[in-house]
Nanobody, 120 residues
């Protein structure tokens, strides 16, 4: 079984920064994509950023230039550096990992989420 555990959320003032971390543990030989999603109250879950095993990244337009995703393949960890935070970034942030399974398949795993609140 695979578990993802996020950390680093909290309350921050507009313009501030936070760094989210996510550790994947369990029966893992490799991880394909890792990413961060978020869900604000009353809104659907949306992709924030994703990173491939080779380091290619993809960002939501709303966070480009402010957020940076990175990963440490030796530790099975993914990070999200969030700068210039805005109130509209307030949401529960979820880590996800796409892990190979069987012959050519994969399974998406999710963390439990960490709350990020941007408010003065």
């Amino acid at each position: 079984q695979v578990q993802l555990v996020e950390s680093g959320g909290g309350l921050v003032q507009p313009g501030g920064s936070l760094r989210l971390s996510c550790a994947a543990s369990g029966s893992i030989r490799s991880i394909n994509f890792m990413g961060w999603y978020r869900q604000a109250p009353g809104k659907p879950r949306e992709l924030v950023a994703a990173i491939s095993s080779g380091g290619s990244t993809n960002y939501a337009e709303s966070v480009k230039g402010r957020f940076t995703i990175s990963r440490d393949n030796t530790k099975n960890m993914v990070y999200l550096q969030m700068n210039s935070l805005k109130p509209e970034d307030t949401a529960v942030y979820y880590c996800t990992a796409d892990i190979p399974y069987g012959l050519g398949g994969s399974v998406d795993y999710w963390g439990q989420g960490t709350q990020v609140t941007v408010s003065s």
